[in-house]
């Protein structure tokens, strides 16, 4: 059974970099798409961006200019990095795997980790 | 991109069935049969319950069940359960590469 956990810093200042940790048990990051999803409080949910295990990635024209996601070293997790973040970036940040090839299914999501930006 | 459209809120008796509908265009949920339909309760992480518009993942019940026409989907719930009280997203790839949700839809059990 695979299970995803975030992890990371709770709280963000405005103008700085979020950067959160997706890691996988029972499963290998190989041969999968992986996404990062997330919901501002009392909203609905907004795709961030997906990676491939080769490492291609696509993300959400919207936020495109300031996401990164990689994989780590150790191929049991990967990473979401947000750039000058404001206070419309505080949300829940899911992780979630890709079911099959066609990145538009997510079977297995992590609990979630709420990220808020304030001084 | 624009995010799919869906009815703000549903309700339904139990029993009875109840139909969501998740419109997009020809650019998403028309141009390709990967929309996805998820249930989310209050602080839980969504759950995937219908994926390629119609099909269901193992251990999903049968109650669930999803369809399209044109730029239009929609997931189906018959035999309403209390249970099945929570919100629902909609999802479809894009002529992008990427991913769309639909803003949610809030089902309420009577």
Same mark, same amino acid.
């Given at each position: ?119 | !991109? ?13 029993? !009875? ?63 309403? !359960? ?29």
């Amino acid at each position: 059974q695979v299970q995803l956990q975030e992890s990371g810093p709770g709280l963000v200042k405005p103008s700085e970099t979020l950067s959160l940790t997706c890691i996988i048990s029972g499963g290998s990051i190989s041969n999968y798409y992986w996404t990062w999803i997330r919901q501002p409080p009392g909203k609905g949910l907004e795709w961030i961006g997906y990676i491939y295990y080769n490492g291609n990635t696509n993300y959400n024209p919207s936020l495109k200019s300031r996401v990164t996601i990689s994989l780590g070293t150790s191929k049991s997790h990967f990473s979401l990095r947000l750039s000058s973040v404001t206070a419309a970036d505080t949300a829940v940040y899911y992780c979630a795997r890709v079911l099959g090839t066609t990145p538009a299914r997510f079977d297995y999501w992590g609990q979630g980790t709420l990220v808020t930006v304030s001084s | !991109q624009s995010a799919l459209t869906q009815p703000a809120s549903v309700s339904g008796s139990p029993g !009875q069935s109840i139909t969501i509908s998740c419109t997009g265009t020809s650019s998403d949920v028309g141009g390709y049969n990967y929309v996805s339909w998820y249930q989310q309760h209050p602080g839980k992480a969504p759950k995937l319950m219908i994926y390629d518009v119609s099909s269901r993942p193992s251990g999903v019940s049968n109650r669930f069940s999803g369809s399209k026409s044109g730029n239009t989907a929609s997931l189906t719930i018959s035999g309403l !359960q209390a249970e099945d009280e929570a919100d629902y997203y909609c999802n479809s790839y894009t002529s992008s590469s990427t991913v769309v949700f639909g803003g949610g839809t809030r089902l309420t059990v009577l």
